[in-house]
Nanobody, 128 residues
Framework: QVQLVESGGGLVQAGGSLRLSCAAS????????MGWLRQAPGKEREVVAA????????YYVDSVKGRFTISRDNAKNMVYLQMNSLKPEDTAIYYC?????????????????????WGQGTQVIVSS
């Protein structure tokens, strides 16, 4: 399994920005689609954004479209989530995760159960 470590969470005021980073432990990471998921208290873990192994296709849940951007740098084994115009409802623990299957091209239907490697999570709190 790929080892993943997130960083970049914190406390921010509504309307502010944060950039989450996810470092992968090995080069095989480049064969896998990656996702950012979040879980708020009392809610199910949801896929916020995903990106194919090549970076050519991205997916966003409707609630973050136009505000969040997922990207990856395969040369550095890194995945990023740029979060702008943050809202209090974005408050959650954010997880970086790697797809169970290599070289997947269809990512719009990914659920939490499709991810096989997870980071420890990073807390994002957006104050109103």
């Amino acid at each position: 399994q790929v080892q993943l470590v997130e960083s970049g969470g914190g406390l921010v005021q509504a309307g502010g920005s944060l950039r989450l980073s996810c470092a992968a432990s090995e080069g095989t990471f480049t064969r896998y689609a990656m996702g950012w998921l979040r879980q708020a208290p009392g809610k199910e873990r949801e896929v916020v954004a995903a990106i194919t192994w090549s970076g050519g296709i991205t997916y966003y849940v409707d609630s973050v479209k136009g505000r969040f951007t997922i990207s990856r740098d395969n040369a550095k084994n890194m995945v990023y989530l740029q979060m702008n115009s943050l809202k209090p409802e974005d408050t959650a623990i954010y997880y970086c995760a790697a797809d169970r299957l290599p070289l997947r091209r269809t990512i719009a239907t990914l659920t939490r159960w499709d991810f096989g490697s997870w980071g420890q999570g990073t807390q994002v709190i957006v104050s109103s």
